[in-house]
């Protein structure tokens, strides 16, 4: 069944962080109904000017994995240099199950380990970035909270950096556009998240070979990064962007299936980027008072 009327709830046009940004000169939507799609709940949005441009349950609370280390990515650009040392300890080493397996005593600068955690989804290094930064996992996640409340982000509370299942965690797919497309506007997260595969030296030398998680980047010629996410609370989700004539689109996929996953979010980019736009100038969706 195609979604077609799927589309913001009144009076919440656009994604914004905090503020309503100006409207551009024009509006520019697909034409046609948005494709059918296995996700429980998706929102599909323009990243210059937060319009939604379909959305599904996209208000509905669940746990979004490591979609919400966009988050933490965040936080470690607006927390000081990414050129700062981290010695890894001991209790950064424990967390289950996708994890560089650093070594207690190794260090490496914050870029590195933003790097990996963009990349490859490293739980160890979300853990080693949280407690550099705050102090503990729990003074990271209230860092969080507060970070995503400035944003206007109102229906998400987290309780950790990498979005391993906890109670009483969650987002919605319309918040994790909000920081998706908070997000995008910064170069330092915005460029390893295009990264296909690369060379990550460990402490003692070795070389680990990091695969990026997100297959459309292989699949979709204008895909532009970033992030997976999967637990079995969540199901399989995607936060995926394209570029493409100029424009950038942020498709969030949440509870979707590994056979789904990336044929939902595929088909969520092709369809606002690739059918035939429409353009209203903004003037004509006035409306008179």
């Known amino acids: 069944m195609a979604l077609a ?5 009144p009076g919440k046009p656009a994604i914004g962080h905090g503020s309503i ?4 000169p024009s509006v520019v939507s697909p034409q046609g109904s948005p494709p059918s799609v296995v996700a429980k709940r998706v929102i599909v949005v323009d990243a210059a000017s937060g319009r939604v441009l ?12 490591s979609t919400q280390k966009l988050m933490t990515a965040l936080l470690v650009t607006e927390s000081g240099s990414l050129s700062d040392r981290v010695v890894i300890q001991p209790s950064d080493t424990t967390v289950e199950p996708t994890k560089l397996y650093l070594k207690a005593g190794h260090s490496y600068t914050r870029g590195q380990l933003l790097k990996a955690i963009l990349v490859r989804s490293a739980n160890d290094a979300s853990v080693a ?5 705050a102090g503990s996992v729990a003074g990271f996640a209230q860092q969080m909270n507060f970070r995503a409340r400035s944003l206007g982000m109102s229906n998400s509370n987290f309780l950790n950096p990498h979005g391993l299942t906890q109670e009483g965690q969650y987002s919605t797919a319309r918040d994790i556009a909000v920081l998706a497309r908070y997000v995008y506007r910064h170069p330092s997260i915005r460029g390893p998240m295009t990264i296909r595969s690369y060379d990550f030296r460990h402490g ?3 070389v680990s070979k990091l695969t990026n998680t997100n297959r459309l980047l292989k699949r979709l010629p204008y895909a532009t990064g970033m992030k997976t996410g999967t637990t079995r609370a969540s199901g399989k989700c995607l936060v995926a962007s394209g570029s493409l004539h100029g424009r950038t689109v942020i498709a969030v996929v949440l509870g979707s299936t590994s056979s789904s996953v990336w044929n939902d979010s595929e088909a969520l980019l092709r ?6 736009q429409l353009v209203r100038p903004v003037m004509a969706l006035k409306v008179s008072h």
């Open 5 to 9: 009327g799927c589309v913001a709830p």
């Open 21 to 24: 940004a100006p409207p551009s």
């Open 54 to 65: 379909m959305a599904k349950n996209a208000d509905e609370r669940c746990a979004v994995a």
């Open 129 to 133: 970035l949280a407690r550099d930064i």
């Open 204 to 206: 003692n030398g070795k």
């Open 271 to 276: 369809w606002a980027l690739e059918s035939p």
